[in-house]
């Protein structure tokens, strides 16, 4: 048989000599990974591609050294493109559904040689792609071998005809970017091609354990174990063997059996006895260990696999684990590395389960495909339940109308059943024994259709220990029991509890939910208080983990994270690839504090100076963690003290908090209680003392603005009176050490000059503007609200009053008909400035995104410390998981690299802040609760940047004290808008104060 070119335009040919899907169990057979230096001819399109290539002796002259695995686009060959659901082709070339594009299929020419191993000698080889985008064609010194399409799951080859010893072997691969298959693989990503996982030549013996199922039972009684093991083993028809069957913990063997096996399948039930249930919270896995022995009694194979002991079902409409309600608290994850593409590291990946792990995640759900085998190692071990996905999504094939039509893939339609059911098995059988997965999930987008249907029966068929889940029966009710649990993208809160009232069949998972998209996540808690109030919603995944974009340089040799479009990808989806609670670079985004608090297994509120504690983990005692009360006054930590909490899963206790008629209370301020529980002892994920859950409380003694009793105790008493100087054009308050002029003419406060030095680079302004986030680009607020944009740059003083130490402004407001704003200004003898804002009631105005002033002072004042919510951004709609506190920063530090520049760096419930140079030099803010940032930049410089390298250089620094900001809101990023108890509201008036000092 030779290679057939028009196969890659044949939905119905996508094997040829493929070995049948199994498990990925280890054996001893002799195994060497190819990876390294290939050589390689990239052509633009088929009818480029070097004849006869594969041939031996081929002269590759012209080839280029390149690097397997990894996308031959991360190299430098043809280009990356990013596109949500629109095909890479569309724009460029009419392609019909099932064919491939004729002027452009990248594709990719591999050469490498090898020897092989001499220990593989009189056995059987093979040749295993973990990974190869969409399709590959083999050739062994010269012989076709086979043709495999599915980017993501194994393509392993039988080679043993044609692989030579002791002699360098010539392996050559084709590898086409598209395929038939490509029309399945629509997912919402970087589109790449190549060899981007490992290559892997081994051995088996004549007699070979091909598959292993191992289905690891949790008994109902939580205790004991069952291993229902099913064997298929490769051999000659006569051959009979034992497999010598042992189940060990760490510590100890749990069982010991034998099974006779013959070729094909062997099945047989072991009762395992007591046994450490897995999940989550104790991810105990035991190593299955099968030596097969011949008739002889010679051992020929040893194979070994981790197995963990649960029980995942439906029980009366609610998806229980071990018996319990589960929660999925849960996050989308891409393979994706900023720096090789889909090529993602051992390390990488081991990372990000362990900063999930620290960040209460625990659940994944692999969009849209099979994520490399590791992944699954890695769940098992530090216990992260997984939702394994299909290599499906057709999502271009119907988006434009919304709804299934004859074009829409793969519907019912006959020529498409197999490939479907094919990538089904595919995924199955190479998963099927790791305790993680928990659902296998039918694909991505796909619409309806029978062809889905018939996926999840040969999920069902295959595996009674999982359930089947998919999105997309929610467009298409036509086979509603394809899915087992509904699941859906991105509904709100509100539409979840109606949708349950009206449909109690199933329980309810958001497959998607939170798209964090730039600056968002707001309003989290939303969703996941409701995972405790309506007992069929059982959770979601955040879309998604990671940003996807990589290093790319401008043209002044600087490093950028690039994304749609900064590749020459026309058309492309722009920065939609930025959706990460991480950075493209692996760093921990702002709203993943607001992950870590949201996802907490440990509820806790306060009443009547205690703290009500309700334990929502599954298994775990509280008694578990250890349980510290710290108090601060004004946000200095005065006192730390240790309770002993037990609360059983699910039991709520109360923990007394400090004795209010104490000796630590004697001071006025502001006393905050935190509850905190952090590890008693190191594990795998974090040292001891990490802190898992907290809760904060505070009040207030004998004061009322305690930001500005913390300024005036930073500052010395004045031992001259305030002196005024009213002149023609400006006002002047003169003081110890202070000078402030107020223009008359121009307008506002003009000069701040404290210890001789002046504070002030622009005059404050009227700020009621902010860069827009991506959810306010979606959502059209720039369209909505963008009056207050001119406002913010265009507004005129039409009116001066002074009387005595207090002067005020009124504002006409660009982009409005007859608004007006008043600002005023009281001098203190000592300095101290408190201003006042207030906008009246607009009836028919809209929403304003800020309220507030903004300072522009020189970039030498870029430290900053405040009393305030952090330690990290936070919006009023994203700050549950902020701590109160007292914390620092630098200006400079403050812009968080969104990958779209947009608004960010805000701090919320700030009660005081200092902005001052390294000698301590500044001004100071302070108001009883104000919101405030200090940046860089204005909000309109970094709306101008399409990338943060595109800001201009640094010569401000820029502070913003609000009353408010808008949320940022986060339930989509697509016309979502910002729950309406985080809008603000122009038909009520607005009101604020606070102070302003030197230092």
Same mark, same amino acid.
């Given at each position: 048989?030779?290679?057939?070119y028009?196969w890659l335009s044949d939905?119905t040919?996508f094997n040829?000599?493929?070995?049948?899907?199994?498990?990925n169990h280890?054996?001893?057979?002799?195994?060497k990974?190819l990876?390294?230096?290939?050589?390689?001819h990239?052509?633009?399109?088929?009818?480029l591609?070097?004849a006869?290539?594969?041939?031996?002796?081929?002269?590759?002259?012209?080839?280029?050294d390149?690097?397997?695995?990894?996308?031959?686009?991360m190299q430098?060959?043809?280009n990356?493109?990013?596109?949500n659901?629109?095909y890479?082709?569309?724009?460029?070339?009419?392609v019909?559904?099932?064919?491939v594009p004729?002027?452009?299929?990248?594709?990719a020419?591999y050469?490498?040689?090898?020897?092989?191993?001499?220990?593989?000698?009189?056995?059987?080889?093979f040749?295993?792609?973990?990974?190869?985008?969409?399709?590959?064609?083999?050739?062994?010194?010269?012989?076709f071998?086979?043709?495999?399409?599915?980017?993501?799951?194994?393509?392993?080859?039988?080679?043993?005809?044609a692989v030579?010893?002791?002699?360098v072997?010539r392996?050559?691969?084709?590898v086409?970017r598209?395929?038939?298959?490509?029309?399945l693989?629509?997912?919402?990503f970087f589109?790449?091609?190549?060899?981007f996982?490992?290559v !892997?030549?081994?051995s =088996?013996?004549e *007699?070979h354990?091909?598959? +292993?199922? #191992?289905?690891a039972?949790?008994?109902?009684d939580?205790?004991?174990g069952?291993l229902?093991l099913e064997l298929?083993l490769?051999a000659?028809d006569k051959?009979?063997a034992v497999?010598?069957i042992?189940v060990?913990?760490?510590e100890?063997?749990?069982m010991?059996?034998e099974?006779?096996?013959?070729?094909?399948?062997?099945?047989?039930e072991f009762?395992?006895?007591e046994?450490a249930?897995?999940?989550?919270?104790?991810p105990?896995l035991?190593?299955?260990?099968i030596?097969?022995k011949n008739e002889k009694?010679?051992?020929?194979?040893?194979c070994?696999?981790?197995?963990g002991?649960r029980r995942?079902?439906?029980e009366?409409?609610?998806?229980k684990?071990?018996?319990?309600?589960?929660?999925?608290?849960?996050v989308?994850?891409h393979?994706m590395s900023?720096?090789?593409?889909?090529?993602?590291?051992y390390?990488? !990946?081991?990372?990000? =389960?362990?900063? *999930?792990?620290r960040h209460n +995640?625990? #659940?994944?759900?692999?969009?849209?495909?099979?994520?490399?085998?590791?992944?699954?190692d890695?769940?098992?071990k530090?216990g992260i339940?997984?939702?394994?996905e299909?290599?499906?999504e057709?999502?271009g094939?119907?988006?434009?109308?919304g709804?299934?039509?004859?074009n829409?893939l793969?519907?019912s339609?006959?020529a498409?059943?197999?490939?479907?059911?094919?990538?089904?098995?595919s995924?199955?059988?190479r998963?099927?024994?790791h305790?993680?997965?928990?659902?296998?999930?039918?694909?991505n987008?796909s619409?309806?259709?029978?062809?889905?249907?018939?996926?999840?029966?040969?999920?069902?068929?295959r595996?009674?220990?999982?359930l089947?889940?998919?999105?997309?029966?929610?467009?298409d009710?036509?086979?509603?029991?394809t899915?087992d649990?509904e699941?859906?993208?991105?509904?709100?809160?509100w539409?979840?509890?109606?949708?349950?009232?009206?449909?109690?069949?199933?329980?309810?998972?958001?497959?998607?939910?939170?798209?964090?998209?730039?600056?968002s996540l707001?309003?989290?808690?939303e969703?996941?208080?409701m995972?405790h109030?309506?007992?069929?919603?059982?959770?979601g995944?955040?879309?998604?983990?990671?940003d996807q974009?990589?290093?790319?340089?401008n043209r002044?040799?600087?490093?950028?994270m690039?994304?749609?479009?900064?590749?020459?990808d026309r058309?492309?989806?722009?920065?939609?690839?930025?959706?990460g609670?991480?950075?493209?670079?692996r760093?921990?985004?702002?709203?993943?504090?607001?992950?870590?608090y949201?996802?907490?297994?440990i509820?806790?509120s306060?009443?009547?100076n205690?703290?009500?504690?309700?334990?929502y983990?599954?298994?775990?005692?509280?008694r578990e963690?250890?349980?510290?009360?710290?108090?601060?006054?004004?946000?200095a930590?005065i006192a730390r003290?240790?309770?002993?909490?037990k609360?059983a899963?699910g039991?709520?206790?109360e923990?007394?908090?400090?004795?209010?008629?104490?000796?630590?209370f004697?001071?006025?301020?502001?006393?905050?209680?935190?509850?905190?529980?952090?590890?008693?002892e190191?594990?795998?994920?974090?040292?001891s003392?990490?802190e898992?859950?907290?809760g904060?409380?505070?009040?207030?003694v004998?004061?009322?603005?305690?930001?500005?009793d913390?300024?005036?105790?930073?500052?010395?008493?004045?031992?001259?009176?305030?002196?005024?100087?009213?002149?023609?054009?400006?006002?002047t308050f003169r003081?110890?050490?202070f000078?402030?002029?107020?223009?008359k003419?121009q307008?506002?406060f003009?000069?701040?000059?404290?210890?001789?030095?002046?504070?002030?680079d622009?005059?404050?302004k009227?700020?009621?503007?902010r860069?827009p986030?991506?959810n306010?680009?979606?959502?059209?607020?720039?369209?909505r609200?963008?009056?207050?944009?001119?406002?913010?740059?265009?507004?005129?003083?039409v009116?001066f009053?002074?009387?005595g130490n207090t002067?005020?402004f009124?504002?006409?407001?660009?982009g409005?008909?007859?608004?007006?704003?008043?600002?005023s200004?009281?001098?203190?003898d000592d300095?101290t400035?408190k201003?006042t804002?207030?906008l009246p009631a607009?009836?028919?105005?809209?929403d304003?995104?800020?309220?507030g002033m903004?300072?522009?002072?020189?970039?030498d004042y870029?430290n900053?410390?405040?009393y305030?919510?952090?330690p990290?951004?936070?919006?009023?709609?994203?700050?549950k998981?902020?701590?109160l506190?007292?914390?620092?920063?630098?200006?400079?530090?403050?812009?968080?690299?969104?990958?779209?520049p947009?608004?960010c760096?805000?701090?919320?419930g700030?009660?005081?802040?200092?902005?001052?140079d390294?000698?301590g030099?500044?001004?100071m803010?302070a108001?009883?609760n104000m919101?405030?940032s200090?940046?860089?930049?204005t909000?309109?410089?970094?709306?101008?940047a399409?990338?943060?390298?595109e800001?201009p250089?640094i010569?401000?620094?820029v502070i913003?004290?609000?009353?408010?900001q808008m949320g940022?809101?986060?339930?989509d990023?697509?016309?979502?808008?910002?729950?309406?108890?985080y809008?603000?509201?122009?038909d009520?008036?607005?009101?604020f104060?606070?102070?302003?000092?030197?230092?």
């Open positions: 048989m030779e290679m057939d028009k939905p040919v040829i000599n493929r070995v049948e899907a199994h498990s280890n054996f001893s057979g002799c195994q990974k990876n390294g230096i290939w050589k390689m990239y052509a633009k399109n088929l009818s591609t070097p006869g290539f594969w041939k031996e002796g081929f002269d590759l002259t012209g080839f280029d390149v690097t397997v695995p990894l996308p031959i686009q430098g060959y043809g990356t493109a990013y596109n659901f629109m890479p082709w569309d724009g460029h070339e009419k019909k559904n099932g064919d004729k002027k452009f299929n990248p594709t020419s050469v490498k040689e090898f020897i092989p191993e001499k220990e593989m000698e009189g056995q059987r080889v040749l295993s792609f973990a990974g190869a985008e969409s399709g590959m064609a083999l050739w062994v010194n010269g012989i071998i086979g043709y495999s399409e599915d980017s993501f799951t194994p393509h392993d080859f039988e080679i043993t005809k030579r010893f002791n002699e072997n392996l050559a691969v084709q086409y598209f395929t038939s298959s490509s029309w693989e629509d997912q919402d589109r790449f091609s190549g060899l996982r490992d !892997t030549l081994y =088996i013996p *007699m354990i091909f598959d +292993i199922f #191992a289905k039972k949790l008994d109902r939580n205790v004991n069952t229902d298929t490769d000659s051959e009979k497999a010598e042992t060990r913990s760490l100890e063997e749990i010991k059996a099974m006779p096996v013959v070729k094909g399948k062997n099945n047989k009762k395992v006895g046994v249930a897995w999940s989550a919270e104790y105990n035991y190593e299955l260990c030596v097969l009694g010679e051992a020929v194979e040893t070994t696999q981790k197995i002991f995942f079902e439906l009366n409409g609610i998806l684990l071990n018996g319990k309600r589960i929660i999925f608290n849960g989308n994850r393979e900023c720096e090789t593409g889909r090529t993602v590291s390390e990488d !990946t081991e990372n990000d =389960i362990i900063n *999930m792990k +995640i625990n #659940a994944i759900r692999t969009c849209h495909y099979p994520d490399q085998t590791f992944v699954y890695l769940c098992d530090y339940y997984v939702i394994d299909c290599n499906l057709t999502h094939t119907w988006s434009v109308t709804k299934p039509d004859e829409t793969p519907g339609i006959a498409w059943k197999d490939v479907c059911l094919d990538r089904a098995k995924l199955q059988e998963d099927k024994n305790a993680c997965v928990l659902f296998w999930s039918c694909g987008e619409c309806g259709g029978k062809n889905i249907w018939l996926m999840s029966q040969l999920f069902k068929g595996d009674d220990t999982r089947v889940h998919y999105e997309g029966i929610c467009h009710r036509t086979y509603n029991d899915s649990v699941s859906q993208m991105y509904t709100k809160p539409d979840i509890r109606k949708f349950l009232e009206e449909h109690p069949e199933k329980p309810f998972i958001c497959c998607e939910y939170m798209h964090a998209m730039g600056n707001g309003a989290m808690d969703y996941t208080d995972t109030e309506v007992e069929r919603y059982q959770g995944f955040i879309w998604d983990y990671i974009a990589f290093r790319k340089k002044y040799g600087e490093d950028f690039g994304y749609g479009g900064d590749f020459d058309p492309n989806d722009f920065n939609f690839c930025g959706d609670i991480v950075f493209a670079d760093t921990n985004s702002p709203k993943m504090q607001d992950v870590k949201n996802y907490q297994n509820g806790i306060f009443k009547d205690k703290a009500i504690v309700k334990n983990f599954l298994f775990t005692d509280l963690f250890a349980c510290t009360l710290i108090l601060q006054r004004n946000g930590e003290e240790g309770r002993n909490v609360a899963p039991e709520t206790v923990v007394e908090l400090f004795d209010r008629a104490s000796s630590l004697e001071k006025e301020g502001e006393y905050t209680t935190t509850v905190s529980f952090t590890l008693c190191d594990n795998d994920w974090a040292e003392g990490y898992i859950a907290f904060q409380d505070s009040f207030t004998g004061t009322e603005i305690v930001g500005l913390m300024l005036t105790e930073r500052r010395e008493k004045p031992v001259r009176k305030l002196e005024i100087v009213d002149c023609d054009y400006n006002y003081g110890e050490n000078e402030y002029i107020f223009s003419r307008g506002g003009l000069s701040m000059r404290v210890n001789g030095r002046e504070m002030f622009l005059a404050p009227p700020n009621f503007w860069a986030t991506d306010d680009m979606g959502n059209r607020m720039v369209l609200m963008g009056q207050w944009e001119l406002s913010s740059r265009y507004n005129a003083v009116d009053k002074a009387e002067v005020t009124t504002h006409l407001l660009g409005h008909k007859d608004v007006f704003m008043q600002s200004y009281t001098v203190s300095g400035v201003i804002m207030d607009i009836p028919d105005g809209q304003l995104p800020a309220f903004m300072f522009t002072l020189p970039a870029e900053v410390r405040y305030g919510e952090g990290d951004e936070c919006m009023i709609d994203r700050r998981g902020a701590k506190g007292i914390f620092d920063f630098k200006a400079s530090e403050n812009f968080t690299p969104y990958l779209m947009q608004e760096g805000n701090r919320t700030v009660r005081m802040a200092s902005v001052t390294e000698r030099h500044g001004i803010l108001s009883k919101e405030l200090v940046l860089p930049y909000p309109f410089e970094v709306e101008n399409l990338h943060i390298h800001l250089d010569h401000h620094t913003r004290a609000n009353l408010i940022v809101g986060g339930d990023s697509w016309g979502a808008k910002t729950h309406e108890q809008v603000i509201k122009s009520k008036g607005m009101h104060e606070f102070y302003v000092a030197g230092v």
